[in-house]
């Protein structure tokens, strides 16, 4: 029946011919009299709450605005109160270390004048204290404007026996005096008064005149001192008289004294006399001074950290320098940052106090003068640990023992008023408003409803009263619950567990359930079930070394393995969360036989590991075979034979071996199996995924991350199932119970399959056969790595039209061969200032980085390609750390760097550049005699006779060059040099770049240092052209990207780090044992390393990043480097202890020891100050 409610009109809304109202009407005044008057009262019981709610939203808005209105305040209130106590806390961090970086650069300059001074003396052949400087005035102005002191003085130290004979030679050699005061007429810089006439002085004297004939010594008189006094005569006034104390405590102590505070006012005419005459407008005379005494070491030029300079040497003089205090807070703050208060003070005197506001510091007088009020902002520092903990100072450090002086900066009213504004009121009014016109819009948004809900109400009671006249009451109460019930049928007949099979069962995401809100969550308990974890041990530090490429491609290429091994087996892949893979047996589908299942899942995904990581070897790097993975597997009912994972992982490994590198099939999974029961279930939202919850998936994490690499580690909920299946063969009892996280102690199983288990005498091999084995595949990785670059080269040389070189007279000769390379009488004269490259070409880059068109090689090319790294392995001696595999390292860090090069200069997109790059890492350190070259120079080697230095950087080149220039190698220079000025470009490339792995050699470090300046300090440009400027770089970038990799170890990951300078230390162990090395590295091997980070290693990143070609990668680099430093701080001592014993244990019986420090430990040692020097001599 089609009817609608009368409209307000009183016409029928449905058409038809009859009188709507007049039958509507009839139809009211025939109901039950009864049920209307329960409408009316539903009505009226509806209308009643309504007028209530609004009411009570009323209120609640009332409420709300009160207390957003209050909060508001607060919130802004607060804000500028945080904001005050962070700008506090900036500004007191930058005042302290400006403070101290301006007492490293005050102190600084004293030092290098104490240091000339020293210099000129011994220069000269004068005995203290008979010492004169010459061009002291100028010298001294310099000082003064550097140190930002006021006034400065040379105070020699004279015996008593030495007393007659200084005076006679002072007052012989006081012309100074009247050049000082010429010089310090005509500096326009100098503001202080000028004296006119003085008189000498025949006579060591104190405060009250001539010092007796007797009096006592040692005596430190004022011989030279800048500005000249008008007060008294310019030298002989004994310092050593008035100030004893400190003088004393500077001998002793060997450290620059701050000195009693001066002219500290008692009262407001207190100045001290003879320093009003020395200032300018900039500074007032009666404000507090301090001086600084600074020893004079007699030593002082024999090394450049005159702080470490040996704790016996004489000291013969003091430099004293006086500043105001107000100096070292000065030009510290921006303008409008005011209100600091800076109270400086001593054990030994009273405090006084400075106000800090922007560029100024304001004296307020002697006393501590803060405001109580912000005691609670304050921070404090001894003046002695404000020094900075840079390399900018290496003189005499300031005492902590003679009347310390402290800092203590406090907050001030200044400063809170500048916070403080208007704003908390203003919000406020802002949000009252707000919410006011809110409320304002609701009331009258209510009026609107209410007409409009009184009319639906009215229509909603007279359809009631229809369905009521029409329908009995049974029937009525049926009809409007109906939807519900369907619901509640539908969700019986779709059941929680329906679901989540249907969930688990889409194909993509499009055919996941959709659900409301109001839906019940997809979620269901399985009792039976197995559980694994798996993850790849070691992969960290093997992510370190490799492009982000390549780390995905062994993800891709592994987990796709074992996802369609999960497939065939049956079991459902949960997910990955980086390196590690979790999977389940016996959900969503429940099988009895899911533990025996996921075992043999375990036992396919460990062997197949061995055979992805041995395919991908050749591409990915020769150590990633030294990846394992740990599973953990958990089951809950069935068991499982867990000799298909060992297979499987085997599988793996193997075919990855040759993309990933040599070493890839040595990579290894852990795997932890447990049983029992699981709540799974779909979380929804964004990207709904499956989830795993329960003891049971805890567990089987804990059984992997306890596990042993290459080992199947199962709880004893899963080898009571497999014992029941009757595999209790297959189960080992692991000795000792196992500490897992929540668990306590727990007692589990190993799970090896007879069928696969093998005998130690199976598994032993010689150690030299593993040698070859490892030489082998790391020579296949090298003629991949080339073959790539080789194919560039071609596909470069088609992409310019370039046809192959045609062997004309003019072009050398018949065969490549011919090609001489006389440029120099050895290999280290032909180092080129700047490399002349081909102009840089972006679409010939672009065409680079995509790979440009593979050109495949002549099967000759690729013969001889093989034979030639074949032979190079085989010239590189069976050194620890100088060898073939290092020389590998060092390419794979090369082949990293290049591909990470932004587009630039002429590099990018020449290959040709970048495989003498790559040739050159490769080759570096052939023929090496695990020596230092200053080792090869004590042995007089025969090398010494040929080269006289660079010895074996020079004979890796020879030898390496001359085996290229074979006849045998002729196709293969072909395919790599198609015409002789290419052949020499490619030398040239070599020659600079191994060459530049000689980083002791000064006149070849002095040289790259030039160029680096030149070519990326900031300054004026050099007069040259672009093309030899974008040269210049680009030589530069070639021979840090070089040096960066022969010690790219040292900036990648700690367990990378160790493994190689434990190697090295190894080889430096073995020459001092031989009597090839004066010194054993085990006596400064912890030291050594920290300064070759320091010096070294930290610097070369640095100068990575600072020439902005290598993106990420140099910032990797850097950190990379930063934090092994820190690591090796920390363990260092105990790493290289442990290091020596079990060195000294096996060194007599293997030449090639095993790892000497676990690699649990992740510790190994480093390069000391002399180990630097021959690591980084000997690469």
Same mark, same amino acid.
């Given at each position: 029946?089609?009817?609608?409610?009368?409209?307000?009109d009183g016409?029928s809304?449905?058409?038809?011919?009859y009188?709507s109202?007049?039958?509507?009407?009839s139809f009211?005044?025939?109901?039950?009299p009864?049920?209307?008057?329960?409408?009316?009262?539903?009505?009226?019981?509806?209308?009643?709450?309504?007028?209530?709610?609004?009411?009570?939203?009323l209120l609640l808005?009332?409420v709300?605005?009160a207390?957003?209105?209050?909060?508001?305040?607060?919130?802004?209130?607060n804000s500028?109160?945080?904001?005050?106590?962070?700008?506090?806390q900036?500004?007191?961090t930058?005042?302290?270390?400006?403070?101290?970086?301006?007492?490293d650069?005050?102190?600084?300059?004293?030092d290098n004048?104490?240091v000339?001074?020293?210099?000129n003396?011994?220069?000269?052949?004068?005995?203290?204290p008979?010492? +004169?400087?010459?061009?002291?005035?100028?010298?001294a102005t310099?000082?003064l404007?550097?140190?930002?002191?006021?006034?400065?003085g040379?105070y020699?130290?004279?015996?008593?026996?030495?007393?007659?004979e200084?005076?006679?030679?002072?007052?012989?050699?006081d012309?100074?005096?009247?050049?000082?005061l010429?010089?310090?007429?005509? !500096?326009?810089?100098y503001? %202080?008064?000028?004296?006119?006439?003085?008189?000498?002085?025949?006579?060591?004297?104190?405060?009250?005149?001539?010092?007796?004939?007797?009096?006592?010594?040692?005596?430190?008189?004022?011989?030279y001192?800048?500005?000249i006094v008008?007060?008294?005569?310019?030298?002989?006034?004994?310092?050593?008289?008035?100030?004893?104390?400190?003088?004393d405590?500077?001998?002793q102590?060997?450290?620059?004294?701050?000195?009693?505070?001066?002219?500290?006012?008692?009262?407001e005419?207190?100045?001290?006399?003879?320093?009003?005459?020395?200032v300018?407008?900039?500074?007032?005379?009666?404000e507090?001074i301090?001086?600084?005494?600074?020893?004079i070491?007699?030593?002082?030029?024999?090394?450049?950290?005159?702080?470490?300079?040996?704790?016996?040497?004489?000291?013969?003089?003091?430099?004293?320098? +006086?500043?105001?205090?107000?100096?070292?807070l000065?030009?510290?703050?921006s303008?409008?940052s005011?209100?600091i208060?800076?109270?400086i003070?001593?054990k030994?005197?009273?405090?006084?106090?400075y106000?800090?506001?922007?560029?100024?510091?304001?004296y307020l007088?002697?006393?501590?003068?803060?405001?109580?009020?912000y005691?609670?902002?304050?921070?404090?520092?001894?003046?002695?640990?404000?020094r900075?903990?840079g390399k900018?100072y290496?003189?005499?450090?300031?005492?902590s023992?003679?009347?310390?002086?402290?800092i203590?900066?406090?907050?001030?009213?200044?400063?809170?008023?500048?916070?403080?504004?208007?704003?908390?009121?203003?919000?406020?009014?802002?949000?009252?408003s707000?919410f006011?016109?809110?409320?304002?819009?609701?009331?009258l948004y209510?009026c609107v409803?209410?007409?409009?809900?009184?009319?639906v109400?009215?229509?909603?009671?007279?359809? *009631?009263?229809?369905?009521?006249?029409l329908?009995?009451?049974v029937v009525?109460?049926?009809?409007?619950?109906?939807?519900?019930?369907d619901?509640?049928?539908?969700?019986r007949?779709?059941?929680?567990?329906?679901?989540?099979?249907?969930?688990l069962?889409a194909?993509d995401?499009?055919?996941?359930?959709?659900?409301?809100?109001?839906?019940s969550p997809?979620a269901?308990?399985?009792?039976e +079930?197995t559980?694994?974890?798996?993850? =790849?041990?070691?992969?960290t530090?093997?992510?370190?070394?490799?492009?982000?490429?390549?780390v995905?491609?062994?993800?891709?290429?592994l987990?796709g393995s074992f996802?369609?091994?999960?497939?065939?087996r049956?079991?459902?892949?949960?997910?990955?969360i980086g390196?590690?893979?979790?999977?389940v047996?016996?959900?969503p589908d429940?099988r009895?036989?899911?533990?025996l299942?996921?075992?043999?899942?375990a036992?396919?995904?460990?062997?197949?590991?061995?055979l992805?990581?041995s395919r991908l070897?050749?591409?990915l790097?020769p150590?990633?075979?030294?990846?394992?993975?740990?599973?953990?597997?958990?089951?809950?009912?069935?068991?499982?034979?867990?000799?298909?994972a060992?297979l499987?992982?085997?599988?793996?490994t193997?075919?990855?071996?040759?993309?990933?590198?040599?070493?890839?099939?040595?990579?290894?999974?852990?795997?932890?199996l447990?049983?029992?029961?699981?709540?799974?279930?779909?979380?929804?939202?964004?990207?709904?995924r499956?989830?795993l919850?329960?003891?049971?998936v805890?567990t089987?994490a804990r059984?992997?991350?306890t596990?042993i690499v290459?080992?199947?580690?199962?709880?004893e909920?899963?080898a009571?199932?497999?014992?029941?299946?009757?595999?209790?063969?297959?189960?080992?009892k692991?000795e000792g119970?196992?500490?897992?996280k929540g668990?306590?102690?727990?007692?589990?199983?190993?799970?090896?399959p007879?069928?696969?288990? *093998?005998?130690?005498?199976?598994?032993?091999?010689?150690s030299?056969? $593993?040698?070859?084995?490892?030489t082998?595949k790391? #020579?296949?990785w090298? #003629?991949?790595?080339?073959?790539r670059?080789i194919?560039?080269i071609?596909?470069?040389?088609?992409?310019?039209?370039?046809?192959?070189?045609?062997?004309?007279?003019?072009?050398?000769g018949?065969t490549m061969? @011919?090609?001489?390379?006389?440029?120099?009488?050895?290999?280290?004269?032909?180092v080129?200032?700047?490399?002349?490259?081909?102009?840089?070409?972006?679409?010939l880059?672009h065409?680079?980085?995509? %790979?440009?068109d593979?050109?495949a090689l002549?099967k000759e090319v690729?013969?001889?390609?093989?034979d030639?790294?074949?032979?190079?392995?085989?010239?590189y $001696?069976?050194?620890?750390?100088?060898?073939?595999?290092?020389?590998?390292?060092?390419t794979?860090?090369?082949?990293?760097?290049?591909?990470?090069i932004?587009?630039t200069?002429?590099?990018?997109?020449?290959?040709? +550049?970048?495989?003498?790059?790559i040739?050159?890492?490769?080759?570096? !350190?052939?023929?090496?005699?695990g020596?230092t070259?200053?080792?090869?120079l004590a042995?007089n080697?025969?090398?010494?006779?040929?080269?006289k230095?660079?010895?074996?950087?020079q004979?890796?080149?020879?030898?390496s060059?001359?085996l290229?220039?074979?006849?045998?190698f002729?196709d293969l220079?072909?395919a790599?040099?198609?015409?002789?000025? !290419?052949?020499a470009?490619?030398r040239?490339?070599?020659?600079n770049?191994?060459?530049?792995?000689?980083?002791?050699?000064?006149?070849?470090?002095?040289l790259?240092?030039?160029r680096?300046?030149?070519?990326?300090?900031?300054?004026?440009?050099?007069?040259?052209?672009?093309?030899?400027?974008?040269n210049r770089?680009? @030589?530069?970038? =070639?021979?840090?990207l070089?040096?960066?990799?022969?010690v790219?170890?040292?900036?990648?990951?700690?367990?990378?780090?160790t493994?190689w300078?434990?190697?090295?230390?190894v080889?430096?162990?073995?020459?001092?044992k031989?009597?090839?090395?004066a010194k054993?590295p085990a006596?400064?091997?912890y030291?050594?390393?920290?300064s070759?980070?320091?010096?070294?290693?930290?610097?070369?990143?640095?100068?990575?990043?600072?020439?902005?070609?290598?993106?990420?990668s140099?910032?990797?680099y850097l950190?990379?480097a930063i934090?092994?430093?820190?690591?090796?701080?920390?363990?260092?001592?105990?790493?290289?202890?442990?290091m020596?014993?079990?060195?000294?244990?096996t060194?007599s019986?293997?030449?090639?020891?095993?790892p000497l420090v676990?690699?649990?430990r992740?510790?190994?040692?480093?390069?000391?100050?002399d180990a630097?020097?021959?690591?980084?001599?000997?690469d």
């Amino acid at each position: 029946m089609d009817s609608a409610p009368p409209s307000d009109d009183g016409s029928s809304s449905s058409g038809d011919d009859y009188n709507s109202t007049s039958h509507t009407e009839s139809f009211f005044d025939e109901r039950d009299p009864k049920k209307t008057d329960e409408d009316e009262a539903i009505a009226k019981t509806e209308s009643r709450v309504v007028r209530i709610v609004r009411v009570l939203v009323l209120l609640l808005l009332l409420v709300v605005t009160a207390g957003v209105s209050y909060g508001v305040f607060y919130y802004v209130s607060n804000s500028e109160t945080k904001s005050f106590e962070e700008d506090f806390q900036d500004s007191s961090t930058k005042v302290l270390d400006a403070v101290g970086s301006f007492l490293d650069h005050s102190l600084g300059a004293v030092d290098n004048f104490m240091v000339g001074i020293v210099t000129n003396a011994e220069e000269t052949g004068s005995e203290w204290p008979f010492v +004169t400087i010459p061009n002291f005035a100028i010298r001294a102005t310099k000082l003064l404007s550097l140190s930002q002191a006021s006034i400065c003085g040379f105070y020699p130290k004279v015996s008593e026996e030495e007393r007659s004979e200084w005076e006679e030679w002072a007052l012989a050699n006081d012309e100074w005096v009247d050049v000082s005061l010429k010089v310090q007429r005509e !500096d326009p810089t100098y503001a %202080g008064t000028n004296v006119e006439s003085w008189y000498p002085s025949s006579s060591i004297s104190n405060n009250d005149g001539p010092l007796p004939i007797n009096a006592s010594g040692p005596h430190y008189p004022a011989y030279y001192t800048s500005p000249i006094v008008p007060v008294w005569s310019a030298y002989g006034w004994d310092l050593y008289q008035s100030f004893q104390q400190e003088i004393d405590e500077m001998e002793q102590r060997r450290s620059v004294i701050v000195g009693r505070t001066l002219n500290i006012p008692k009262s407001e005419q207190h100045t001290i006399s003879w320093i009003e005459g020395m200032v300018g407008p900039d500074l007032k005379a009666d404000e507090p001074i301090v001086p600084f005494y600074y020893p004079i070491d007699a030593s002082a030029s024999s090394g450049v950290a005159v702080a470490n300079s040996e704790q016996d040497g004489r000291v013969v003089g003091a430099i004293a320098v +006086t500043m105001f205090w107000r100096e070292l807070l000065r030009n510290i703050l921006s303008p409008g940052s005011d209100g600091i208060v800076a109270v400086i003070g001593s054990k030994c005197q009273d405090p006084f106090t400075y106000q800090i506001n922007g560029p100024d510091a304001v004296y307020l007088g002697s006393g501590d003068r803060h405001d109580e009020a912000y005691n609670r902002l304050a921070e404090f520092s001894f003046l002695h640990d404000l020094r900075s903990s840079g390399k900018s100072y290496t003189g005499f450090p300031l005492s902590s023992t003679y009347c310390p002086y402290w800092i203590r900066l406090y907050a001030s009213d200044t400063m809170r008023d500048s916070h403080e504004t208007n704003n908390p009121l203003l919000f406020t009014i802002v949000a009252l408003s707000i919410f006011m016109f809110t409320s304002a819009v609701f009331v009258l948004y209510d009026c609107v409803s209410e007409r409009r809900q009184k009319k639906v109400l009215s229509v909603a009671v007279k359809s *009631t009263a229809v369905v009521s006249g029409l329908f009995p009451k049974v029937v009525r109460d049926r009809i409007f619950p109906t939807e519900q019930r369907d619901r509640e049928d539908n969700g019986r007949a779709t059941n929680t567990k329906n679901r989540l099979q249907t969930f688990l069962s889409a194909k993509d995401d499009k055919a996941s359930p959709v659900q409301s809100s109001h839906d019940s969550p997809i979620a269901e308990l399985f009792a039976e +079930t197995t559980v694994m974890f798996a993850d =790849i041990a070691g992969f960290t530090a093997w992510c370190s070394v490799r492009e982000p490429t390549a780390v995905f491609s062994l993800l891709e290429a592994l987990y796709g393995s074992f996802d369609r091994i999960a497939h065939r087996r049956g079991v459902f892949k949960v997910e990955t969360i980086g390196d590690s893979y979790v999977a389940v047996a016996g959900l969503p589908d429940v099988r009895p036989d899911h533990a025996l299942v996921m075992a043999k899942f375990a036992r396919d995904c460990r062997s197949e590991m061995k055979l992805v990581t041995s395919r991908l070897g050749r591409v990915l790097g020769p150590d990633t075979a030294e990846l394992e993975i740990r599973i953990g597997l958990n089951s809950g009912g069935r068991v499982l034979g867990p000799d298909t994972a060992e297979l499987e992982m085997k599988l793996v490994t193997s075919r990855l071996g040759r993309v990933l590198g040599p070493d890839t099939a040595e990579l290894e999974i852990r795997i932890g199996l447990n049983s029992g029961p699981v709540t799974a279930g779909v979380l929804r939202g964004d990207r709904s995924r499956f989830q795993l919850f329960g003891d049971t998936v805890n567990t089987a994490a804990r059984m992997e991350s306890t596990g042993i690499v290459s080992k199947i580690q199962v709880s004893e909920n899963t080898a009571a199932l497999l014992k029941i299946a009757g595999k209790e063969h297959w189960l080992h009892k692991r000795e000792g119970k196992v500490a897992a996280k929540g668990k306590g102690s727990v007692q589990t199983y190993f799970v090896e399959p007879s069928n696969h288990a *093998t005998s130690e005498a199976n598994e032993s091999t010689s150690s030299e056969k $593993k040698t070859d084995e490892k030489t082998s595949k790391l #020579v296949e990785w090298n #003629v991949g790595i080339l073959t790539r670059w080789i194919q560039k080269i071609v596909a470069h040389d088609r992409a310019r039209e370039r046809a192959p070189a045609t062997k004309t007279p003019q072009d050398g000769g018949g065969t490549m061969e @011919t090609v001489h390379f006389e440029t120099g009488a050895t290999v280290l004269e032909e180092v080129a200032d700047v490399l002349e490259l081909p102009a840089f070409d972006p679409n010939l880059s672009h065409n680079q980085e995509g %790979g440009g068109d593979a050109q495949a090689l002549d099967k000759e090319v690729q013969t001889q390609l093989h034979d030639f790294v074949s032979i190079i392995a085989k010239l590189y $001696k069976t050194n620890s750390f100088h060898n073939f595999e290092h020389a590998s390292h060092c390419t794979m860090s090369v082949s990293k760097l290049l591909s990470r090069i932004d587009p630039t200069y002429g590099i990018t997109s020449d290959p040709l +550049t970048q495989l003498g790059c790559i040739f050159a890492a490769l080759i570096h !350190d052939v023929d090496h005699q695990g020596v230092t070259n200053a080792q090869l120079l004590a042995e007089n080697s025969p090398l010494v006779d040929k080269y006289k230095k660079s010895m074996a950087e020079q004979n890796s080149v020879d030898i390496s060059w001359n085996l290229f220039m074979e006849p045998q190698f002729e196709d293969l220079r072909d395919a790599i040099c198609s015409t002789p000025t !290419d052949m020499a470009r490619f030398r040239q490339v070599v020659v600079n770049a191994v060459m530049a792995t000689d980083v002791l050699d000064q006149d070849l470090k002095a040289l790259r240092n030039e160029r680096w300046n030149k070519a990326f300090a900031e300054g004026k440009p050099l007069d040259e052209s672009a093309t030899t400027s974008a040269n210049r770089k680009a @030589t530069i970038v =070639i021979e840090h990207l070089i040096q960066a990799s022969d010690v790219s170890h040292t900036m990648q990951h700690w367990y990378i780090f160790t493994k190689w300078n434990e190697r090295l230390f190894v080889e430096l162990y073995h020459a001092f044992k031989n009597g090839r090395s004066a010194k054993n590295p085990a006596d400064f091997w912890y030291e050594g390393e920290l300064s070759f980070f320091d010096n070294y290693v930290i610097p070369l990143a640095k100068k990575l990043r600072d020439c902005g070609v290598f993106g990420v990668s140099s910032d990797e680099y850097l950190s990379y480097a930063i934090k092994n430093r820190q690591e090796w701080e920390q363990c260092g001592r105990d790493v290289v202890e442990s290091m020596i014993q079990k060195l000294e244990t096996t060194v007599s019986k293997e030449a090639s020891p095993k790892p000497l420090v676990d690699e649990t430990r992740l510790a190994s040692s480093a390069s000391s100050s002399d180990a630097s020097e021959q690591a980084v001599g000997s690469d």
